[in-house]
Nanobody, 112 residues
């Protein structure tokens, strides 16, 4: 079973940046679409960004222009570069592979 492991979360001030990474354990990664989701306390999990196997990207409306999803198939890794962070971006961020796997999540907290 292919596993996903996120890293890169933490505490950042408003206006700051973070880069999340999601490493997949198997070779299935290069042929699959990947995505980042987030879930804030008391809210439903929502799509943040997605990237197809050939690099086509899609973003949730609240992060367009601030977040960038990318992938490195040679490293079996997908990234989420988050700029101009806002307090409302605070959430647990999850990596998802379209074969159904989820990572364990990484906490992002935006606060002064």
């Amino acid at each position: 079973q292919v596993q996903l492991v996120e890293s890169g979360g933490g505490l950042v001030q408003p206006g700051g940046s973070l880069r999340l990474s999601c490493a997949a354990s198997g070779s299935i990664f290069s042929t699959n679409a990947m995505a980042w989701y987030r879930q804030a306390p008391g809210k439903l999990r929502e799509l943040v960004a997605a990237i197809s196997s050939n690099g086509i990207t899609n973003y949730g409306g609240s992060v367009k222009g601030r977040f960038t999803i990318s992938r490195d198939n040679a490293k079996n890794t997908v990234y989420l570069q988050m700029n101009s962070l806002k307090p409302e971006d605070t959430a647990v961020y999850y990596c998802h592979g379209d074969w159904g796997s989820w990572g364990q999540g990484t906490q992002v907290t935006v606060s002064s």
